[in-house]
C-alpha cells in the first residue's frame, strides 16, 4: 500500500468520525490543477492541496456565503483538507444559456463582500497594491502569449488607466470561469474552486465573460458595458489586461481555441 493511499485513508477516516458516518464508498475526481479532490459516500467532496491553498479558500467561502458557493461542511484545522458539500450538475464547458449565465455572473460578482486587510491580489501571496498585481499577471502572462503578440505595451498602459478608478476592495473567487461553473438544465446553479483575489469585482466580472468561447463569440461591447455598468474606459483596460491574461491560459489547457480569442483581440485593441 502507497504512502498516498494510506494519507488517503487516514483523512477518510477522519471525516467519518467528524460527520459520525459510515463509510460507503469513495472515487477520485481529476480536477486539472494541484489538488487531490475525492468524493466520499457520493455526496461529500473532500479536498486536499497545500495548507495556504485551501485556508484561503475556507476565507472566501466564510465570507461570501452565496448559495451558489460550495458549503463547508468540515475544514481541518490545520488546513490538510476540506470537506464540502457536493454540487450535483456538469461542468459548464459549453455555455447553453448565455443571457442567463451573463446575469448570474452579474449577480455574483455584484454581491461580493468587502475585504479590510491589507494587500491585494492572491490572498496567499499579497501585493501591496492593485496595480502591482496587475503587473505581475502581465508578466507573467507575457511568458506564455509573447510569440503571439508580441508588443504588450498597451497592456501595461492600461494599469495607468485603472489608477483612476478607486474601487472598494473585495474579496473575489479569482479563477471565476466556466470551466468552474456547474450547470444543471443548461443554468448555472454552483461555483466551484475558488483561488481567492482581493481586489476590484470588475476583474472577475470580465474574467467570467471572457472565460469561455461561447460567450466572446456571442457577445458585444456594448452589451459588456452595459452589464459591468462602470465608465467605459475603465471597462475597456480591465477587459485588456483580464483577456491578455486569459489569451496565456487558453494556449496552456484550450489551445484549439486561441484563434478565437486572437481574432477577439484584434478586434478588441484599445
Same mark, same amino acid.
Given at each position: ?85 457536493? /454540487? ?9 444559456? /448565455? ?8 449577480? /455574483?460578482t455584484s454581491n461580493y463582500k468587502n475585504y479590510t486587510g491589507y494587500g491585494f491580489g492572491y490572498l496567499n501571496e499579497k501585493f501591496e497594491s492593485w496595480s502591482k498585481f ?9 511568458l506564455t502569449v509573447n510569440p503571439y503578440i508580441p508588443d504588450n505595451s498597451n497592456v501595461y498602459k492600461c494599469i495607468n488607466i485603472l489608477e483612476k478608478y478607486p474601487f ?23 461555483? /466551484? ?61 484550450q489551445p484549439q481555441d486561441i484563434d478565437t480569442y486572437l481574432n477577439y483581440w484584434n478586434k478588441f485593441k484599445i
Amino acid at each position: 500500500m502507497n504512502t498516498d493511499y494510506q494519507k488517503d485513508l487516514k483523512v477518510i477516516k477522519k471525516v467519518l468520525n467528524k460527520l459520525d458516518i459510515p463509510y460507503e464508498s469513495h472515487k477520485y475526481f481529476n480536477d486539472g490543477h494541484s489538488s487531490k479532490v475525492f468524493l466520499l459516500n457520493d455526496h461529500y467532496l473532500v479536498k486536499q492541496n497545500k495548507q495556504s491553498l485551501l485556508k484561503a479558500e475556507v476565507q472566501f467561502l466564510n465570507l461570501n456565503n452565496s448559495k451558489v458557493f460550495q458549503k463547508i461542511v468540515y475544514a481541518d484545522s490545520n488546513y490538510d483538507f476540506v470537506v464540502y458539500d457536493f /454540487i450535483q450538475g456538469n461542468m459548464m464547458k459549453s455555455v447553453d444559456d /448565455i443571457e442567463d449565465t451573463l446575469k448570474s455572473i452579474f449577480k /455574483i460578482t455584484s454581491n461580493y463582500k468587502n475585504y479590510t486587510g491589507y494587500g491585494f491580489g492572491y490572498l496567499n501571496e499579497k501585493f501591496e497594491s492593485w496595480s502591482k498585481f496587475l503587473d505581475d499577471e502581465i508578466k507573467y502572462s507575457s511568458l506564455t502569449v509573447n510569440p503571439y503578440i508580441p508588443d504588450n505595451s498597451n497592456v501595461y498602459k492600461c494599469i495607468n488607466i485603472l489608477e483612476k478608478y478607486p474601487f472598494d476592495k473585495k474579496l473575489l473567487h479569482g479563477d471565476f470561469g466556466t470551466h468552474n461553473f456547474v450547470k444543471e438544465n443548461g443554468k448555472l446553479i454552483g461555483v /466551484i474552486d475558488p483561488m481567492p483575489i482581493i481586489g476590484d469585482p470588475l476583474y472577475d466580472l470580465l474574467f467570467a465573460i471572457v472565460s469561455n468561447k461561447d460567450i466572446l463569440k456571442n457577445i458585444t461591447l456594448e452589451k459588456i458595458y452595459s452589464l459591468a455598468n462602470e465608465p467605459k474606459e475603465k471597462i475597456n483596460a480591465m477587459l485588456t489586461i483580464v483577456l491578455y491574461s486569459r489569451i496565456a491560459r487558453c494556449i496552456k489547457y484550450q489551445p484549439q481555441d486561441i484563434d478565437t480569442y486572437l481574432n477577439y483581440w484584434n478586434k478588441f485593441k484599445i
